[in-house]
């Protein structure tokens, strides 16, 4: 698998249309999006809700997967984030696996998107999609012997304060 493969994104899409989101992230190289959201209905204005979010994807030519509906969410922490990444790698074993053998086989970068404008707030994560994908880079470096990489795409919508 080439470097440029060797690729996890993360992306939060507060604050961004749809169609601007999903443009956003074909340029940036991403193929499927993974959707780490537990509750999708809650998604401002109904953007990103569902069935929009995943034809929006679509028009744009990428692939959605999203585990609100199954077993396996893998959503929201409600403990600290400590916590949370300990239940990933108990837990979830199982799903966290299958998303790490998706993007080996594929060999095409994803992005783990949720609601967080920032994944971090003074250095801190601040976003449960920060700990998926670190536990998913985690176990693609397991299986490959190679160093995986993370990168947070920063949203480019500017917003009050910033």
């Known amino acids: 698998m080439d470097k440029e493969a060797r690729i996890v994104y993360t992306a939060g899409y507060r604050g961004i249309k749809a169609p601007d989101f999903a443009i956003w992230l074909k340029e940036e190289g991403v193929w499927k999006v993974i959707d780490v ?14 069935g929009s979010i995943i034809a929006t994807l679509e028009q ?18 409600q403990d ?12 979830h074993y199982d799903t966290i696996d299958y998303l790490a053998e998706m993007i080996m086989e594929q060999g ?6 949720c609601a967080e404008k920032q994944p971090y707030e003074k ?3 601040k976003c449960h ?3 998926v994908a670190d ?10 012997g190679e160093d995986w ?5 920063i949203n480019p919508v500017k917003q009050e304060g910033e």
Do not use: W
């Not at 095409?108 to 998107?113: A, E, L, N, S």
């Not at 990489?149 to 795409?153: G, R």
């Open 37 to 50: 959201r537990r509750y999708r209905c809650r998604a401002p204005k109904g953007l990103y809700y569902g």
């Open 60 to 77: 744009a030519g990428m692939k959605y997967l999203g585990f609100a509906d199954k077993e396996s969410c893998l959503g929201n922490y």
């Open 80 to 91: 600290t984030l400590d916590e949370y990444q300990d239940y990933l790698f108990t837990k």
């Open 108 to 113: 095409k970068p994803v992005c783990f998107i």
């Open 123 to 125: 250095g801190v994560a």
């Open 129 to 131: 999609r920060v700990f």
């Open 135 to 144: 536990a998913v880079a985690k176990r693609l470096e397991a299986m490959t």
């Open 149 to 153: 990489i993370i990168e947070h795409l």
